[in-house]
């Protein structure tokens, strides 16, 4: 636009234009950004090394005493944005992580940092937070105290360390189970997170507190996940899981395993009845509780007559106020895994859920597995579910 300007303002505008470019681009604004960049890089590399002095040199040493539990193979900032005002500075970053033994790659998190320079002219970290739509980070929310079992690893804020290891007795019991349910191909590892309280629980998801109440357990991660992706992460509503039994805690630790060790087999193409009945399925399997006592909502629905017409879609599955409509529709889903298994045998089940996730979009999915692996149509498959739940249930 410069060079279409004419008369004697032209030079004025031209050099304006230049002025704006050096700040945008060179100036004082990147210079900035690449000192807090070496800053975060050194926060980074004291708080790999234990190096308490060092990361205390950057700033505020909150997030080292808050992570010095948690066994960090990386830990790295890539400054996205620096915004500053004078001595003061807002930064984004991405933060990459990645816990040892267990995460294959890290994970990426959005974070804003606040700093103030010296009058030497050193920038310092004041505090670091969630960057925006992004969820906390569990040392977010204290001191994280850490446990570690023969193939888990659980992290806690506010919790006893006998509380911990329970939560490590149960998750070992898990991976075999679901190994023998779904098989070996998976990473046979867990990595369970248990905040101080269900507040706690949302902060981490990101969402309110009102979605989860009464949600014993939920499971992170990316549906699909390649092999090199990041561990999966069991988040556990303390109030609710506290209210649980012994068999109670197993079941919920056991189904979110399952989900850890599916997620390769899980995409888009997934229906929840079939990912969350699956995973009730291996949660149950080999217990002593009748489908009655396992599924009381759905057997009080059949016993009034109210058999459902179809099984559930994933709006059934959205958390809301009405939770005896939700645990029908998870009992629907394991009903209908139970009888896949029951009826045609542990390994169609299994292959089931395989074929259904090797498609890449909702259509037809559900319908061609259901014909190449059991032999059936939906229709045909829906009314033999119908029926069984009214000789199981009613």
Same mark, same amino acid.
């Given at each position: 636009?410069?060079?279409?300007?004419?008369?004697?303002?032209?030079?004025?505008?031209?050099?304006?234009?230049? *002025? &704006?470019?050096?700040?945008?681009?060179?100036?004082?604004?990147?210079?900035?950004?690449?000192?807090?960049?070496?800053? *975060?890089?050194?926060?980074?590399?004291?708080?790999?090394?234990?190096?308490?002095?060092?990361?205390?040199?950057?700033?505020?040493?909150?997030?080292?005493?808050?992570?010095?539990? &948690?066994?960090?193979?990386?830990?790295?900032?890539?400054?996205?944005?620096?915004?500053?005002?004078? !001595?003061?500075?807002?930064? !984004?970053? !991405?933060?990459?992580?990645?816990?040892?033994?267990?995460?294959?790659?890290?994970?990426?998190?959005?974070?804003?940092?606040?700093?103030?320079?010296?009058?030497?002219?050193?920038?310092?970290?004041?505090?670091?937070?969630?960057?925006?739509?992004?969820?906390?980070?569990?040392?977010?929310?204290?001191?994280? +105290?850490?446990?570690?079992?023969?193939?888990?690893?659980?992290?806690?804020?506010?919790?006893?360390?006998?509380?911990?290891?329970?939560?490590?007795?149960?998750?070992?019991?898990?991976?075999?189970?679901?190994?023998?349910?779904?098989?070996?191909?998976?990473? +046979?590892?867990?990595?369970?997170?248990?905040?101080?309280? *269900? =507040?706690?629980?949302?902060?981490?998801?990101?969402?309110?507190?009102?979605?989860?109440?009464?949600?014993?357990?939920?499971?992170? #991660?990316?549906?699909?996940?390649?092999?090199?992706?990041?561990?999966?992460?069991?988040?556990?509503?303390?109030?609710?899981?506290?209210?649980?039994?012994?068999?109670?805690?197993?079941? &919920?630790?056991?189904? =979110?395993?399952?989900?850890?060790?599916?997620?390769?087999?899980? #995409?888009?193409?997934?229906?929840?009845? *079939?990912? =969350?009945?699956?995973a009730d399925w291996v949660g149950y399997r080999g217990g002593d509780r009748t489908p009655a006592?396992?599924?009381?909502?759905?057997?009080?629905? &059949?016993?009034?007559?109210?058999?459902?017409?179809?099984?559930?879609?994933?709006?059934?599955?959205?958390?809301?106020? !009405?939770? #005896?409509?939700?645990?029908?529709?998870?009992?629907? #889903?394991?009903?209908?895994?139970?009888?896949?298994?029951?009826?045609?045998?542990?390994?169609?089940?299994?292959?089931?859920?395989?074929?259904?996730?090797?498609?890449?979009?909702?259509?037809?999915?559900?319908?061609?597995?259901?014909?190449?692996?059991?032999?059936?149509?939906?229709?045909?498959?829906?009314?033999?579910?119908?029926?069984?739940?009214?000789?199981?249930?009613?």
């Open positions: 636009m410069a060079g279409r300007v004419r008369g004697p303002g032209a030079s004025v505008v031209a050099l304006c234009l230049l *002025l &704006v470019s050096l700040v945008a681009c060179g100036g004082p604004a990147d210079g900035t950004r690449a000192e807090v960049q070496s800053l *975060l890089d050194r926060r980074a590399r004291a708080l790999l090394d234990a190096d308490a002095a060092a990361h205390a040199r950057t700033g505020t040493r909150a997030g080292y005493d808050n992570l010095r539990a &948690v066994p960090l193979a990386d830990w790295s900032y890539r400054v996205t944005a620096v915004h500053r005002t004078g !001595d003061t500075a807002t930064a !984004d970053a !991405d933060l990459r992580y990645r816990i040892e033994g267990y995460d294959r790659s890290p994970v990426t998190t959005a974070r804003t940092l606040r700093l103030t320079r010296d009058d030497a002219g050193r920038w310092s970290v004041d505090t670091e937070r969630p960057g925006e739509a992004s969820g906390e980070q569990l040392w977010d929310q204290g001191r994280v +105290r850490a446990v570690r079992g023969a193939g888990s690893l659980v992290l806690g804020v506010g919790q006893s360390r006998e509380r911990l290891r329970e939560y490590a007795r149960l998750a070992d019991r898990a991976v075999p189970a679901v190994s023998d349910a779904w098989g070996r191909e998976w990473s +046979r590892r867990l990595v369970v997170l248990v905040p101080t309280s *269900l =507040e706690g629980m949302a902060g981490l998801l990101n969402s309110p507190a009102s979605s989860y109440r009464g949600i014993a357990a939920v499971t992170t #991660g990316e549906t699909g996940a390649r092999e090199r992706s990041p561990a999966d992460r069991i988040i556990v509503n303390p109030d609710a899981f506290g209210v649980l039994g012994e068999s109670g805690r197993q079941v &919920v630790l056991t189904h =979110e395993a399952t989900h850890v060790a599916t997620r390769a087999h899980t #995409g888009a193409a997934t229906p929840l009845w *079939l990912s =969350e009945g699956f006592r396992a599924a009381p909502e759905l057997a009080r629905a &059949v016993a009034r007559g109210d058999v459902p017409a179809a099984l559930p879609t994933d709006d059934d599955f959205g958390f809301s106020d !009405d939770s #005896g409509s939700l645990a029908q529709a998870y009992e629907s #889903g394991w009903m209908a895994c139970r009888l896949m298994a029951d009826r045609w045998g542990e390994d169609r089940l299994r292959a089931f859920y395989r074929a259904v996730g090797a498609h890449d979009r909702r259509e037809g999915a559900v319908e061609q597995a259901l014909h190449e692996v059991l032999g059936t149509t939906l229709a045909d498959f829906t009314a033999q579910w119908r029926e069984d739940l009214r000789r199981t249930l009613g």
